[in-house]
């Protein structure tokens, strides 16, 4: 038997997933964006692959990685088991919608409720379960199908999507007394205003929302992001936006996920209510 030969393994399946990213981006550094892993560990497992399969699977240069005649091969295989993979997961009752669970924080979540008729399609052609909550919930695990988070996702076999630009800044009604309504909750605003103010509110809240209608009620200032307060009619701004509290926010997908017909519906329409 030929020495090389038996050297031979059997691939490892998620090598073969990320094959299939780093053919269709043509190179490592577009295949680690859309994968979230880094270009140094994307090179490392196509040459585990070409080792374990005993064949070169692409002619490497300074443009990208391009296919040779092997790995043209093995990618019209897998596109191939990926549609059958699709076609099964897009399978449901003839009663019943598919089902997308989506985390997002109060605020996200609030801005997205006017447009449920958008985001579901019509007629409707998805279920969408909103988690209002201000922990991270583990998409690796999938609790959720999407999430939103404020920073770019570093866990592997994550995939992320930037859409806007967050600003904070207090907001209260004309007349109001000037004092804050403090948010109990563990996220970086609700921490920035006790740093700021400490014991010296004029009430506290555990849910952010409330903060909001308390505003509303003119019983003091919350702290609100700008996607909120801006579009509030009975609400004026009273300060500057606070800049450290300034981020990008990011849409959040497992990346063997964000292909499933319903989860990419789902993902589009959701950018395109939020500017993405």
Same mark, same amino acid.
């Given at each position: ?6 050297? /031979? ?11 299939? *990213? ?12 859309? !994968?979230? +892993?880094?270009?140094? !560990? ?7 692959? %070409? ?9 490497? *240069? ?18 191939? &088991? %990926? ?18 669970? &989506? ?13 449920? #008729? ?10 969408? +379960? ?10 690796? *695990?999938?609790? &959720? ?19 806007? +630009? ?5 907001? #209260? ?5 000037? +004092? ?5 909750? @563990? ?13 010296? #509110? ?10 909001? $209608?308390?505003?509303? #009620? ?17 609400? %004026? ?5 606070? @800049?450290?509290?300034? /981020? $990008? ?6 990346? $063997?996920?964000?292909?499933?017909? *319903? ?14």
């Amino acid at each position: 038997m030929n020495e090389k030969a038996e050297q /031979h393994t059997t691939p490892d399946w998620s090598d073969l997933q990320l094959f299939v *990213h780093v053919a269709r981006e043509g190179g490592l550094s577009p295949a680690a964006r859309a !994968t979230g +892993r880094s270009a140094a !560990t994307l090179g490392r497992r196509m040459l585990a692959l %070409e080792q374990a399969l005993g064949v070169e699977l692409f002619v490497r *240069h300074d443009r990208g990685y391009a296919l040779t005649a092997q790995g043209r091969a093995l990618r019209a295989e897998l596109d191939e &088991v %990926e549609a059958r993979l699709t076609r099964v997961a897009s399978l449901r009752p003839s009663a019943g919608l598919p089902l997308v669970k &989506v985390s997002a924080g109060s605020w996200t979540t609030l801005a997205l409720m006017p447009h449920l #008729a958008a985001l579901t399609g019509t007629p409707a052609d998805l279920r969408l +379960r909103f988690i209002a909550d201000e922990h991270i919930a583990n998409i690796p *695990h999938r609790e &959720v199908a999407v999430g939103f988070r404020n920073k770019r996702p570093n866990e592997e076999g994550l995939a992320g999507r930037r859409l806007q +630009r967050i600003d904070f800044a207090p907001y #209260a009604a004309p007349g109001a007394p000037d +004092r804050w309504i403090k948010v109990m909750a @563990d996220t970086p605003s609700a921490r920035w205003l006790d740093r700021e103010i400490g014991d010296d #509110a004029i009430c506290e809240v555990s849910a952010p929302r409330n903060s909001l $209608d308390l505003a509303r #009620a003119g019983i003091g200032i919350a702290l609100l992001p700008r996607f909120i307060g801006d579009r509030e009619e009975g609400l %004026e701004m009273r300060g500057a936006p606070i @800049d450290q509290l300034s /981020h $990008d926010q990011w849409i959040v997908t497992h990346q $063997d996920d964000r292909h499933l017909p *319903h989860v990419r519906r789902a993902i589009d329409r959701l950018c395109a209510v939020l500017g993405g």
